[in-house]
């Protein structure tokens, strides 16, 4: 039977996010990424974290900044046209952070093993690469079935959590988002548990009306978080785009400072408040 679901960001994180989890995070880069939670998982200084997105901006360097991560695994981290994730960098450089080259396709042909519960995927576009020198769990092999075709063997991932954030959620966790869904479906569906977050509270008859349907449906979900602009400083469409101002102004300030005045605060209005209140969501607004 359908439950509800939903719950305060508070209790949203402390009884689905742990210390030593790997977490996927949804979005991509400057695009739907559920800030608000991660913001809540630094609050809450959850440790050790194994983090795996398709394309990492803010939310990976905050996550590194604040002590919580151990292990990237990632396609790309960084700030796009606004240059390098700072806090990222200085991690890799010096080796407090382990990182785990992957692409696209290790990604997400890593989910897909999880899904299909095997124990790897083979990929022949990455053989001639570099990939094997950084990596030492891919294996290249021949095609067992005689083709002589030469094959990379890339291994499952198994999320502990995945972490969403969508334009539209109903009680019972189904997640309707608009406009590309990159990963977020697939690690919904593998993950054990999976956190959203939502810019509305809609009826699930508007959600079976809404162009996708219910792209994660409530069986994958275990909790649902309403919170408009759950997204700032990236964007969330067709309701805003990402805060440029803000982004540029996270990379000038110490990280120190920014946790003070961006996410020591508890509460979303406070915090939308402080960054920049009625003026800003004009300014973000599509």
């Known amino acids: 039977m359908p439950r509800n679901k939903v719950m305060s960001l508070k209790d949203a994180v402390s009884n689905f996010i742990h210390d ?3 977490v996927g995070i949804g979005g991509l880069s400057f695009w739907r990424k559920p800030l608000g939670i991660c913001r809540e ?3 809450q200084g959850i440790k050790d974290l194994t983090v795996c997105t398709f394309v990492g901006g803010i939310e990976i360097d905050m996550l590194i900044a604040a002590g919580c991560v151990s292990e990237i695994r990632a396609c790309f981290v960084g ?3 606004f240059g390098m994730a700072p806090n990222y960098r200085k991690a890799v450089e010096s080796g407090t952070i382990k990182v785990r080259e992957e692409s696209e396709a290790s990604i997400a042909l890593g989910l897909k093993c999880s899904y299909l ?3 790897f995927m083979p990929l022949k576009g990455i053989i001639g690469t570099d990939f094997p020198k950084v990596r030492n769990d891919i294996k290249q092999f021949e095609d067992p079935l005689g083709s002589g075709t030469q094959l990379m063997a890339l291994p499952k991932i198994d999320l502990d959590v995945a972490i969403l954030h969508v334009p539209h959620a109903d009680i019972n966790g189904n997640g309707n988002i608009v406009g590309a869904v990159w990963l977020d479906d697939d690690m919904a569906k593998t993950s054990k548990r999976t956190v959203i ?3 509305r509270l809609v009826e699930l008859e508007d959600i079976r009306h809404l162009p996708g349907k219910a792209q994660i449906p409530m069986q994958t979900t275990d909790a649902v978080v309403k919170l408009p602009f759950g997204a ?3 964007s969330c469409y067709d309701r805003y785009t990402f805060d440029a101002l803000h982004i540029q102004n996270y990379l000038k300030v110490d990280f120190e400072q920014y946790k003070e005045k961006f996410i020591r605060p508890e509460s979303q209005a406070e915090y939308l408040e402080k960054a920049g209140g009625a003026e800003m969501i004009l300014n973000i607004l599509l």
Do not use: A
């Open 20 to 22: 030593g989890d790997v």
């Open 41 to 43: 998982i630094i609050r």
């Open 117 to 119: 519960k095997v124990p």
């Open 197 to 199: 977050s939502c810019e």
């Open 79 to 81: 700030m796009e046209i």
């Open 232 to 234: 700032h400083p990236t």
